[in-house]
């Protein structure tokens, strides 16, 4: 099993961006045609592409929804789009318009019920996101902090059918400080549960030490400022995580 390699857009405003630390007053803006940057990474070889509306993180409804649309129609591969997605309807919606995964993460901790409910009914649909902050779960756009250790939600789906669980951690991420891979390789070595590895990917080195974990249950590796920066060739990367 080959490690996917998931190019990142994350939609602020209908625009391309990226934040430091999920903070939404560090965005850089990267461009304003989703659409065409999907397309960019498509020709670089990307099967699979990570879609969040950070708006909708905070809005906890979709906010970007034409962007996601127009990316949908483009993309010739896989779209995983999370992003304020907490009710069965928003779920329904967005499998209808063509998108491949729906990654959940406040409602995974606030609503488990609903998720365990949607894994049920869409197999290899549902991503529980499980995002760290010291070790706890950070919800709402990442804003707050909660009580519950990673690893306890991550069991608390164990056996509910998600497709996966996306790790990111949230003091590296568009940071460039190199991906924090102890701790994706812990979690996915603690759960069955297959584990796709985000925050601070820096170069083309984390995809190789990611690679070199796929048999311990990491399944991809979300990539978005190294990218948009030039500090990491998709293409190279793709073929990196294919070989090992």
Not at 35 to 52: C, K, S, Y
Not at 100 to 117: C, E, Q, Y
Not at 195 to 217: E, T
Request: glycine residues 12%; charged residues 25%; hydrophobic residues 50%.
């Amino acid at each position: 099993m080959s490690l996917i390699v998931f190019p990142a857009i994350d939609l602020k405003g209908g625009q391309v961006v990226r934040l430091a630390e999920g903070d939404m007053d560090r965005a850089t803006v990267y461009g304003d045609d989703p659409a065409a940057q999907a397309m960019l990474f498509a020709e670089a070889g990307a099967q699979h592409l990570h879609v969040v509306d950070l708006d909708g993180s905070f809005a906890g409804r979709a906010v970007n929804a034409e962007a996601v649309e127009s990316i949908v129609r483009t993309f010739p591969g896989h779209v995983q789009l999370g992003g304020g997605i907490r009710n069965r309807e928003s779920v329904e919606r967005w499998f209808d318009l063509g998108v491949s995964r729906i990654v959940i993460g406040t409602a995974a901790l606030k609503d488990p019920d609903f998720v365990k409910g949607a894994a049920r009914d869409f197999p290899g649909g549902i991503v529980v996101a499980v995002d760290a902050r010291d070790g706890f779960v950070a919800t709402d756009g990442w804003a707050e902090k909660s009580d519950m250790e990673v690893i306890d939600l991550a069991r608390r789906f164990e056996d509910a059918g998600v497709a996966a669980l996306l790790f990111t951690d949230v003091g590296r991420d568009g940071l460039l400080k190199g991906c924090n891979v102890q701790a994706t390789v812990d979690l996915a070595r603690a759960t069955d549960i297959p584990v796709i590895a985000s925050g601070g990917v820096a170069g083309i080195a984390d995809i190789r030490m990611l690679a070199i974990h796929a048999r311990d249950g990491i399944e991809g590796v979300i990539t978005g400022r190294a990218l948009y920066d030039g500090r990491l060739d998709l293409a190279a990367a793709i073929a990196l995580a294919s070989a090992e």
